[in-house]
């Protein structure tokens, strides 16, 4: 027999096996065991709140002071969680969870990373420069967290950063010698006060170092 005839007898046999006559790359699994496409759950919007989301708003956003003839504009950005009574818990709940006390310490004294209950930052006080330094990272260990977490997440950061930051007097808290004299009062160590408004528990000053 020819090996054309052997192959036209192979081709027969298989034919005769499959109902039908269908071919094998036609057949169908049972509907139980169909692949199922998985419907992707929607993402979280990373940096879209930012300006609204207009392009080129991060680029906007100064983190230093000096520059090279007339002082820029600052976008509008404005923190949608400002105003939201429980923004500042759901921050300090953050700030203990992914473990920002590990460099900054609780209350924000400052410790491998620096301080936060004061009203200096390095790249910028305003709440977008807060944002954009959680976000983005910065120089010397601060990780960037803006792949990691939602928008709403790093707000409610944003949020009670603010609170904790926004101490009464530039004279509370620091340790001074005794010429000039030191402050009158200082924070309640977080130990004995746990709250999202840190400078709302003073004692008096014993020339230690900030909690």
Wanted: with cysteine; proline share 12%; glycine share 12%.
């Amino acid at each position: 027999m020819s090996a054309a005839a052997l192959r036209a007898s192979a081709l027969s046999l298989l034919l005769a096996t499959v109902p039908n006559g269908a071919g094998l790359a036609q057949q169908t699994l049972p509907q139980s065991q169909e692949a199922q496409t998985p419907t992707p759950a929607p993402r979280p919007t990373f940096g879209g709140s930012v300006g609204n989301g207009r392009p080129g708003v991060f680029m906007q956003v100064p983190v230093t002071t000096l520059f090279p003839g007339a002082q820029p504009d600052r976008p509008q950005i404005k923190n949608p969680a400002q105003g939201d009574p429980n923004a500042e818990q759901r921050g300090m709940t953050y700030y203990v969870n992914f473990n920002c006390v590990g460099c900054h310490a609780p209350n924000g004294g400052g410790g491998m990373g620096p301080a936060l209950s004061n009203s200096i930052f390095t790249y910028g006080s305003q709440p977008e420069n807060i944002f954009l330094s959680i976000y983005q990272g910065r120089p010397n260990g601060m990780p960037a967290w803006g792949g990691v977490l939602p928008d709403s997440v790093i707000w409610d950061l944003v949020t009670y950063i603010g609170k904790i930051s926004n101490e009464p007097s530039h004279q509370w808290g620091r340790t001074f010698s005794a010429k000039p004299l030191s402050p009158d009062v200082e924070q309640v160590p977080t130990e004995q006060v746990s709250t999202t408004d840190p400078w709302s528990a003073t004692k008096t000053f014993n020339f230690g170092q900030k909690p």
